[in-house]
């Protein structure tokens, strides 16, 4: 990674261009063709160095409740709980821990009647129901970009 890459996921993680062309935008910025920025932002995503573009709304002020949810999941039932689990879109992540409580997701609904209507669905399909439901009485939110 050189330092225009390093340019280019400074203006991704804090300025990206709400416009038509947004790559040409970031180019200009660069010193470089449009070609070569969408090529160089290709080839971080097929490194893995970005995962993803998009944007990060505040689903509080949109209206939406959402939670962390910690499960306690029997081993031969992991792979079946987390399918279950994502196959709901309003699941945002989950991730396994090694600790009792080894199954951790985060879940975003319209109204607490939804979300509770979907950890029901959940503890019913899977048989597991000592599920945790963590929803936030006060949010700290920190800046998850790195200046290059």
């Not at 660069?30 to 573009?53: L, P, Y």
Request: include cysteine.
């Amino acid at each position: 990674m050189d330092e225009i890459d390093k340019k280019i996921l400074n203006i991704l993680q804090k300025e990206f261009p709400l416009v038509e062309q947004p790559f040409r935008v970031v180019a200009e910025k660069c010193g470089i063709s449009e070609d070569e920025t969408i090529s160089r932002v290709q080839k971080m995503k097929d490194e893995g160095i970005i995962r993803r573009i998009g944007a990060v709304f505040d689903g509080n002020k949109l209206g939406r409740v959402s939670t962390l949810c910690a499960a306690r999941v029997p081993e031969e039932k992991i792979d079946s709980f987390v399918q279950i689990v994502n196959a709901n879109k309003n699941v945002t992540h989950n991730y396994r821990r090694n600790n009792e409580y080894n199954i951790w997701f985060t879940v975003s609904a319209a109204t607490a009647e939804e979300l509770e209507a979907f950890l029901t669905e959940v503890k019913e399909k899977t048989g597991v129901t000592d599920i945790l439901n963590m929803q936030a009485v006060r949010t700290f939110k920190i800046d998850a970009s790195f200046d290059l």
